[in-house]
């Protein structure tokens, strides 16, 4: 893992059933999550709850690619969120831009020719965080990083928006905290090799190095014990207010 550690809040929001921002690699996103509430009868769903995610950009209206990041996402968080605790109600998730890679942001928005998938591991992350600090039932969270190829087919941990553009190709991965990967989103020409590497490179970002018996290196940074720490002192803030109660 690079040695900037993404920055996170839980909470952020006061009107929010959960909220959280995240911020890392020049990208900064804040999400809130309202559910389960009462869902309109076209979209119910007898046996499920309906998931409904709205991605909106830093500057301007969202338009086909924040819809193609909604549904990457959506698909994602049905297999996190146990929709089957809640049937017939929605879970709203909303989630802001605030800022993007300074080369991106320019005039305030991405570039066209762009699909905005390097967006993907910022906007999972703050989702997953978001939905952590609800009392919605999650079966599983996940943690999700973002790799580039250059022309030399040196692989690149967290590229600026000079090195995604002038890459080869890029690759947005997604690991389950059982380690199976649920999401891979690719751009780009790339080889078989390069795949499998950027495949261990992002296992090794998103759970950690691995030891000679091959469990996860206790002592090694990721993007999941950044996740548990989080809310291990979320739970630690909690315990102090309750017990100054007492």
């Known amino acids: 893992m690079s040695p900037n550690i993404p920055s996170t809040t839980l909470a952020p929001l006061d009107r929010a059933d959960g909220s959280a921002a995240y911020s890392y690699n020049g990208f900064s996103i804040v999400g809130g999550v309202n559910g389960p509430v009462e ?6 769903l007898p046996e499920e709850a309906a998931i409904d995610v709205i991605v909106r950009p830093a500057a301007g209206v969202g338009g086909v690619r924040e819809r193609h990041l909604e549904s990457i996402i959506e698909r994602t968080l049905r297999h996190i969120i146990v929709v089957t605790a ?10 802001q831009v605030l800022a993007t890679q300074e080369e991106d942001s320019i005039s305030g928005v991405l ?7 390097q967006l993907l591991p910022a906007l999972l992350q703050t989702s997953i965080l978001a939905l952590l600090s609800t ?6 969270t996940l943690t999700s990083t973002l790799i580039a190829v250059d022309p030399d087919g040196k692989l690149v941990q967290d590229p600026s928006a000079t090195q995604i553009h002038s890459a080869s190709s890029v690759h947005v991965l997604a690991f389950s905290s059982h380690g199976d990967l649920l999401v891979v989103e690719s751009e ?23 030891t000679a018996d091959g469990d996860v290196d206790d002592g090694s940074m ?16 909690e315990q102090r207010w309750r017990e100054s109660l007492v």
């Not at 809640?86 to 989630?95: A, E, G, N, S």
């Open 39 to 44: 869902v309109q009868r076209r979209d119910e």
């Open 86 to 95: 809640h049937p017939r109600t929605l879970i709203q998730v909303t989630l």
């Open 111 to 117: 570039p066209q020719a762009a699909s905005n998938i």
């Open 135 to 140: 009392s919605i039932p999650l079966s599983q």
């Open 188 to 210: 780009g020409s790339f080889s078989i090799d390069a795949w499998e590497e950027v495949v261990e490179q992002a296992r090794h970002i998103c759970h950690g190095a691995e």
């Open 222 to 237: 990721s993007l999941e014990k950044v996740m548990k720490n989080t809310m291990q002192e979320r739970t630690v803030k």
